[in-house]
């Protein structure tokens, strides 16, 4: 009986203290914090840039999330879209928005696991950000992911 009561007592501290493991959701946004936080540690700490924007959403099945934004022709930017644990490969696709015919125009797309997209706005600009899950890990219809868009940090020098 002492032998049950010891390991009920162990297990039952397992459980409590390692909640981690066993209450992190399927839909948590915990790990996707995670990413982006060592993320934009090495981006502004390593490698001098600044972080202008940062989007979080979720997609499910084969949806698709739009972001829009006008961009600074002061600055060349990255665009990077990261995914959370459940997401194997992602895809953004860029437009901007002609000033003179109201058009969208096409600029780039690019599909990885963390794919990235440098712009260099000609003037003043709207841009388009849309981003699809190509490809979920298995098991997976659902994913977490983050937009960071970025450039030089014009404070500290190049």
Known sequence: ???????????S???????RSFSQSATTMQDIIETVS????????QRNQEIVN?????????GKKTVWRY????????????????VEKLKITV????SKTNEWEFVDEYSDDKPVIRLDPQEFEQYEFTVNID????????????????HQNPERGK
Do not use: Q
């Open 95 to 98: 437009y901007k928005k002609n």
């Open 71 to 86: 961009l600074d022709p002061a600055f060349d930017y990255d665009v990077m879209v990261l995914g959370d644990r459940r």
């Open 38 to 45: 060592t993320k934009v540690i090495e981006l502004e700490d």
């Open 135 to 150: 490809k979920f890990k298995t098991g997976s219809t659902t994913g977490h992911f983050a937009l960071i868009l970025y």
């Open 1 to 11: 009986m002492k032998y049950l009561i010891t390991t009920a007592i162990i297990l």
């Open 13 to 19: 501290s397992l459980f409590l203290f390692n909640s």
């Open 54 to 62: 940062m989007t979080f959403d979720l997609i499910v099945n084969t």
